[in-house]
C-alpha cells in the first residue's frame, strides 16, 4: 500500500514518529527543514502534519559564513523568505509560524548562539524577534537556551558591571516568564567563560526563579541561585553543573 493511502490516523502517527526521530536528539533548524516539506504535499498532510512539524521554534544566531541559504527555506507557499533570515547573523522560522498564524502548536522552543555577539545584545534581540506582548506563544513547554560564544577575559569585561545592562536582562527575563507561563522543562548551557560573566547569570538567575514553580524538569550549566521555596513537587528532575 502506498502511503498516501494510509488512513489519517496511521498517517498522523506516522507524522509525529518521523518528526521525533529526525529532531529529538539534537533539534535545530537545519534538521528541521528535513521535516518540513510533509506540510507541502497535499492539504491532507498539511492537516495532519503541521502539529507535528511546528511542534519546534527556532531562534539561531551563527557568525554570517555559517548561516543557511534563505532559498533553502521553502513552506511550499508563497512568501518573503529573506524575512525569515535576519542578516547579516540571525536564522529563525518565526516567519512561518506567524505567516500561517499557527503559534499554538508550538511546544518546543530552541535558543542558540555560536556567533561573535555580546550575550545582552542576543538575549533582547531574541525577546525582540519573538514579540512578546503583541504575538502569544501560550503553548510552550520546553525551552533550551544554548550559549556557546566564548568571552574572552569575562572578569574584566566592562559589561560585569553595567548596571543597565543587568536591569534589561532582567526584564527580557521578566518577559520571558511572563508570556511563557507553561513552560515545564528548562535548560540553560553557555560556555565556560561564562561561570564568571555577571549578565548571563543575572538573566538565568530571573528566569529560573521565575519558572520554578512550573518546572518539572531544570539542568543549568551556570552558578545559580535558586529559592528553592519558588519550587513545588512538580520538580521530579534537577540538575546543576558548573564546570564542563
Known amino acids: 500500500?502506498?502511503?498516501?493511502?494510509?488512513?489519517?490516523?496511521?498517517?498522523?502517527?506516522?507524522?509525529?514518529?518521523?518528526?521525533?526521530i529526525v529532531l529529538s536528539d539534537d533539534p535545530?533548524?537545519?534538521?528541521w527543514k528535513d521535516v518540513l516539506p510533509l506540510v507541502g504535499v497535499s492539504r491532507q498532510w498539511r492537516a495532519l502534519a503541521t502539529r507535528h512539524v511546528y511542534k519546534y521554534l527556532f531562534i539561531e544566531c551563527h557568525d554570517e559564513e555559517e548561516v543557511v541559504d534563505?532559498?533553502?527555506?521553502?513552506?511550499?507557499e508563497s512568501i518573503d523568505q529573506?524575512?525569515?533570515?535576519?542578516?547579516?547573523?540571525?536564522?529563525?522560522?518565526?516567519c512561518l509560524f506567524q505567516h500561517n498564524n499557527i503559534n499554538q502548536y508550538a511546544r518546543n522552543i530552541i535558543i542558540y548562539v555560536d556567533a561573535s555577539i555580546s550575550f545582552s545584545n542576543f538575549i533582547l534581540q531574541t525577546v525582540d524577534l519573538l514579540k512578546l506582548?503583541?504575538?502569544?506563544w501560550s503553548n510552550l513547554q520546553y525551552m533550551d537556551i544554548c550559549v556557546n560564544t566564548a568571552i574572552e577575559n569575562p572578569d574584566n569585561s566592562a559589561d560585569n558591571?553595567?548596571?543597565?545592562?543587568?536591569?534589561?536582562?532582567e526584564q527580557a527575563a521578566s518577559l520571558l516568564a511572563r508570556n511563557f507561563t507553561n513552560i515545564k522543562h528548562?535548560?540553560?548551557?553557555?560556555?565556560?567563560s561564562h561561570l564568571s560573566y555577571k549578565p548571563t547569570a543575572t538573566f538565568s538567575n530571573k528566569l529560573l526563579n521565575l519558572t520554578a514553580k512550573h518546572l518539572t524538569?531544570?539542568?543549568?550549566?551556570?552558578?545559580?541561585?535558586?529559592?528553592?521555596?519558588?519550587?513545588?513537587?512538580?520538580?521530579?528532575?534537577?540538575?546543576?553543573?558548573?564546570?564542563?
Do not use: Y
Open 1 to 20: 500500500m502506498d502511503i498516501t493511502q494510509l488512513p489519517s490516523e496511521l498517517l498522523d502517527l506516522v507524522f509525529g514518529q518521523f518528526a521525533n
Open 28 to 31: 535545530n533548524l537545519t534538521l
Open 70 to 76: 534563505e532559498d533553502e527555506m521553502d513552506d511550499t
Open 82 to 94: 529573506s524575512s525569515c533570515l535576519l542578516p547579516p547573523l540571525w536564522l529563525t522560522n518565526i
Open 133 to 136: 506582548g503583541t504575538v502569544t
Open 161 to 169: 558591571n553595567n548596571d543597565t545592562m543587568a536591569q534589561n536582562l
Open 186 to 192: 528548562l535548560q540553560i548551557f553557555a560556555d565556560k
Open 217 to 244: 524538569s531544570l539542568i543549568t550549566f551556570l552558578p545559580t541561585r535558586l529559592q528553592l521555596s519558588t519550587f513545588t513537587s512538580q520538580l521530579t528532575k534537577l540538575r546543576l553543573t558548573f564546570a564542563h
